[in-house]
């Protein structure tokens, strides 16, 4: 299960790309409190919870975090090992108080960075239009050298998917090894920007493999997740997303959202229900991942259907305006993601003769030459 809460609608940052609405708005403790105790009740026991402050900028509101904090461990159905905390932050808002409580609580630490002072600087700036790199650089520091888990997430847009590489270098040299690439899916991608993925994703795979010959892996999204799901044989039912069933986002005038990505104001299109009268049924049957997957015809007779993310309602939304249609940016950007995955793993598999494999804990349930040829 996962769980966000946007427990601010108030970010410092006014990044050039952000959908989130901008208001004074936070949440009341007493509606935190309320949602996760909707969250635990709805949870099997024998699943995880991953509770999640997002925003805004989450930390402009750390007394919150730290009192929602005490009453998620202080809940009847609250065990260290099922629950797990994250932060996101922009990076910009860090001191030592807040860095004793994230460890104090083991809480996951999220950071987002979009690359290098010339990638990042484009879009996440402050009010003013000034670029937030210095600062975010600097606490991306601290942090890598204070908590255990660090996670770097780097949105890239047309405008930036050529850095890509250099973006992870840029990472390695902060000392971070958990590293996420994201496409912002609304951007306007075109057929030559799509054509672009291949070359960038490529070069991704080499950083991947000179880190990992170097015996210092990194964790790289774009290509670990898939390396993964290529040897799992395909998304397994239970990974697919869950929208509105094991994956809730919690507003803070009370509403429900399937995602946190979809969170919006009010009566907003994506609303599943408010935290007085619950979820409504009907409203979150639109989301289910598996009505998704069935209504993309073109997806169903595509050999690569169980490896591709084409069930993710939220991208397919803003790339497609549909939650059920995938956009030919999508399209291309998860054949350019399999083929370096299964280019890199070939390739360390054969290096390494099965040590790759054992690094990676999994076992080949597919024939990548198989694989290869459908891409
Ligand atoms: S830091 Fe996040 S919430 Fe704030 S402006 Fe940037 S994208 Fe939006
Ligand atoms: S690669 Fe394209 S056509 Fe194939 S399943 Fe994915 S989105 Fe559909």
């Known amino acids: 299960m996962k769980c966000t809460l946007i427990v601010t609608r108030q970010c410092n940052l006014r990044c050039k790309y952000c959908y989130v609405g901008k208001e004074a708005e936070s949440m009341p403790l007493e509606q935190a409190q309320r949602s996760i105790d909707l969250t635990f009740q709805r949870t099997p026991e024998s699943e995880t919870i991953d509770f999640a402050f997002f925003g805004g900028e989450p930390l402009m509101e750390f007394p919150e975090i730290r009192a929602i904090t005490e009453y998620i461990e202080s809940h009847p159905d609250y065990h260290p090992k099922k629950v797990q905390l994250t932060i996101v ?28 002072p010339e990638v990042h600087d484009r879009f996440r700036v402050y009010p003013g239009g000034k670029g937030s790199s210095r600062r975010v650089s600097q606490t991306i520091l601290k942090a890598v050298g204070e908590f255990s888990q660090v ?13 890509l590489p250099e973006t992870v270098d840029y990472f390695s040299d902060l000392g971070v090894r958990q590293i996420y690439l994201s496409p912002d899916y609304s951007a306007p991608w075109t057929a030559s920007d799509s054509g672009r993925l291949d070359m960038a994703y490529g070069e ?12 210092d ?21 239970g990974e697919r997303c ?4 094991s994956e809730l986002a919690f507003a803070p005038d009370g509403s429900i959202y399937p995602c946190e990505r979809l969170v919006g104001k009010g009566d907003n299109e994506h609303r599943i229900g408010n935290i007085k009268q619950g979820i409504e049924v009907k409203l979150m049957s639109r989301y289910q991942a ?21 069930w993710c309602g939220c991208s397919n939304f803003f790339s497609s305006g549909y939650y059920n249609s995938v956009s030919p940016f999508l399209c291309a950007s998860e054949r350019a993601s399999i083929r370096t995955a299964l280019n890199v793993y070939e390739t360390l598999e054969k290096e390494m003769s099965g040590a790759f494999l054992h690094h990676l804990n999994g076992s080949p349930l597919i024939n990548s030459v198989q694989c290869r040829q459908q891409t």
Request: charged share 20%; aromatic share 10%; with cysteine.
């Open 151 to 163: 996670m770097v997430n780097a949105v890239y847009r047309p405008e930036t998917i050529d850095a």
């Open 89 to 116: 932050t922009n990076g910009t808002i860090f001191n030592s108080e807040i860095s004793g409580f994230v460890r104090e609580h083991r809480i996951a630490f999220g950071i987002s960075c979009d690359g290098p």
């Open 204 to 215: 991704v795979g080499e950083k991947y493999m000179k880190y990992y010959r170097q015996r």
């Open 217 to 237: 892996p990194h964790f790289i999204s774009l290509i670990d997740s898939k390396i993964a799901v290529i040897l799992r044989g395909g998304y397994q039912q």
């Open 242 to 245: 869950s929208m509105g069933k």
């Open 290 to 310: 598996d009505k998704t997957v069935n209504t993309i015809s073109v997806c169903q007779r595509c050999r690569l259907n169980n490896l591709c993310m084409n």
